[in-house]
């Protein structure tokens, strides 16, 4: 998936003024420290509560508040070495974008398969429980990883058997495009794009669609349910747009070449940050139970045991 990291080009004409970097970049810090602040709650709730951590639906979802803080922690780490030191070493640059790379690919996988156990929580009931076991839901947040890994590393080895060794001893301003700029990594990276679209968005219709039929006659839960799929594909739609971003950036370079700067800084906003603030949105506010207890912890209170 494309990563905007930062909200220049690498060409230094587009660098901001020291006024605009400084107001985006407070803009920034302070959008991360909330969405991290609020899932740290989540976090410490679901470490401190048995309710939690014995139910596979609450354990795929702190896998992607994880997922989440450490996504945005790197991207926002990167956008402001673009500002402070702007070109880093490509091997430094090389390992925090395969960071923030599985990071990101891990999304989309772990909503479809909150989206599958929240199908199997409706549809099938009497199956729940055996089927969605404690172990089993570790063995697929590994699988969710080795998906990752098996989707990313060869955008290093590609770049490992294309560039010389002295390559990564260069500097240069940290995208994904610039660390891993051999054609051949963008033809699979499209085929990539293509393949989890198709495949994630037809097990979220899938899904969307059965609970809806059952919630026609079934009781107000599996209607709950039927919402929160629905919030999971805002959220899927959201992290997918990506796959299109290097499309709106050659539109808005090519019609408001001005505008460029501040249009990156509103995609990198919008296609990285605001995705990450909705996990937050369908566990920590609309689940009863997990609100009651990040009430407590964001007010500094003394969860119950």
């Known amino acids: 998936m494309n990563i905007s990291i930062a909200n220049v080009t690498g060409v230094p004409d587009y660098?901001?003024?020291?006024t605009k970097a400084v107001i985006k970049n407070v803009i920034v810090v302070v959008l991360s420290i909330s969405i991290n602040y609020i899932n740290a709650g989540l976090i410490h709730t679901f470490c401190g509560n048995q309710i939690f951590n014995t139910n596979p639906r609450y354990i795929l979802f702190v896998h992607l508040v994880i997922n989440d803080m450490i996504q945005v922690t790197l991207t926002v780490a990167l956008f402001i070495i673009s500002y402070i030191l702007y070109k880093i070493h490509v091997?430094?640059?090389?390992i925090l974008i395969l960071i923030a790379l599985f990071t990101?690919?891990?999304t989309p996988l772990n909503l479809a398969c909150m989206a599958v156990e929240c199908y199997i929580a409706i549809c099938i009931p009497l199956r729940h429980?055996?089927?969605?076991t404690i172990k089993r839901t570790r063995l697929l947040i590994s699988l969710i990883w080795i998906t990752s890994l098996v989707s990313v590393l060869p955008d290093l080895f590609i770049t490992l058997a294309t560039e010389?060794?002295?390559?990564?001893?260069?500097?240069?301003?940290?995208?994904?495009?610039?660390a891993f700029r051999s054609p051949r990594i963008i033809e699979r990276r499209n085929i990539t794009y293509i393949v989890y679209l198709v495949l994630v968005w037809c097990i979220i219709f899938f899904i969307y669609f059965r609970i809806l039929f059952t919630a026609r006659t079934a009781s107000r839960y599996a209607k709950k349910a039927r919402n929160t799929v629905l919030l999971h594909g805002l959220q899927l739609l959201l992290c997918m747009a990506t796959y299109a971003e290097h499309l709106v950036k050659q539109a808005v370079l090519q019609w408001l070449p001005k505008y460029y700067s501040d249009s990156l800084f509103v995609c990198y906003i919008i296609f990285q940050i605001l995705p990450r603030s909705i996990s937050s949105i369908i566990y920590g506010i609309r689940d009863k139970t997990f609100r009651k207890?990040?009430?407590?912890?964001?007010?500094c209170k003394v969860s119950p045991q």
């Open 293 to 299: 207890h990040l009430k407590r912890y964001l007010l």
């Open 104 to 106: 990101t690919e891990n």
């Open 164 to 178: 010389p060794l002295d390559y990564f001893n260069t500097q240069v301003f940290c995208l994904r495009e610039t």
């Open 91 to 94: 091997f430094v640059c090389c």
């Open 15 to 18: 660098r901001d003024s020291f």
């Open 129 to 132: 429980a055996q089927i969605c």
